[in-house]
């Protein structure tokens, strides 16, 4: 069980799942996906939209 008591796709504020590949089948197929990776001796921080509401979101953050 993922623990979370509302689908995730009608979830009203964000959600963050740490490892999200290993409950991949249970993610709504418009979400925001967030990779982390080190990269010469730094962070990258890679922001994906998959579906409209996350591009949305996406573009706002960008607008940032």
Known sequence: AVG???PL???EH????EWADLVALALPADRLEVE???ADGARRVTLRALG???ARVLAALSAC
Do not use: N, S, T, Y
């Open 14 to 17: 964000a959600v963050l799942i």
């Open 9 to 11: 796709d009608q979830a």
């Open 52 to 54: 409209p509401r996350a």
């Open 4 to 6: 979370v008591d509302v």
């Open 36 to 38: 982390l990776e080190h």
